[in-house]
């Protein structure tokens, strides 16, 4: 609505503009009529000439406003006119993934225990330590145990994970190089080495590894799709492991793909 009443007011406003024009125009042809044939000639030719550059220019501008608008409307933002008319000679789109093609509504698909203890008391560590983030994956373990524990000293590591003291203890989630590196002991067991979503882990190895899962959006199909009949270059960008990330490439046809970035 908000972008409707944009567009329909700037309209008023060239509206407004080319009326004061065409007056002064109208004026200029009515001084000029008093003069000989030649003069008056000029100055309908003239008043003609601006008439319709200005009709040109209003459609023009309108056009470029209703489709900045309605783009706006689909939570398309474009700078300008300048942007929009570069858009023509795209020729690669580069998409993040999480919420952008997919939902971004992750949902825990699997728990994988690793260490001493169950399934419960990992949820509850796991969630405790991403309380404190808007992360996808933060969300989706909250859901499962929104119980939290006390968490102290905590710190975040971007890209990498999460660390903090629960109950004297200090545990990491996040990537499994990140949690090998609180680890005391090398010889510890360790997840698959292409692991998808976190590990959870504290001094003494890993303890769980959770899995999680985010549906396509559904245009997303087709929107790759059709880019790529245009001749346009898909790619996808995402801070997700390679497997999540190869995996999504795959169910959309996307050839080049980059994680971890």
Do not use: N
């Amino acid at each position: 609505a908000a972008g409707a009443i944009g567009v329909s007011f700037s309209g008023d406003l060239i509206s407004l503009f080319l009326f004061w024009e065409l007056m002064a125009l109208f004026s200029t042809v009515v001084v000029w009529c008093g003069g000989t044939p030649g003069a008056r000639a000029a100055g309908v030719r003239y008043a003609i000439m601006h008439l319709l550059g200005g009709v040109i220019l209003k459609v023009g501008i309108e056009a470029v406003m209703v489709g900045t608008g309605r783009a706006a409307e689909s939570g398309v933002l474009i700078r300008g006119g300048a942007a929009l008319e570069a858009a023509g000679r795209v020729d690669t789109v580069v998409f993040d993934k999480t919420g952008t093609l997919t939902e971004g509504r992750l949902r825990l698909e699997h728990v994988e225990l690793l260490g001493r203890l169950d399934r419960a008391r990992c949820l509850e560590i796991a969630a405790a330590l991403e309380q404190a983030s808007e992360h996808p994956i933060a969300h989706a373990l909250s859901a499962e145990a929104p119980a939290r524990l006390q968490v102290e000293a905590i710190s975040a590591t971007p890209g990498c994970g999460v660390e903090g003291l629960v109950a004297g203890a200090r545990y990491r989630i996040g990537t499994p190089d990140f949690v090998r590196g609180l680890q005391s002991s090398p010889g510890v067991a360790a997840p698959p080495a292409a692991v998808a979503g976190v590990v959870l882990g504290d001094m003494q190895g890993f303890l769980a590894h959770f899995e999680f899962g985010d549906r396509l959006r559904d245009q997303a199909v087709a929107t790759v799709a059709r880019l790529k009949a245009l001749g346009i270059e898909v790619e996808l960008l995402s801070g997700d492991q390679a497997a999540v990330v190869q995996r999504v490439a795959d169910e959309l046809g996307i050839r080049r793909y980059q994680a971890r970035c």
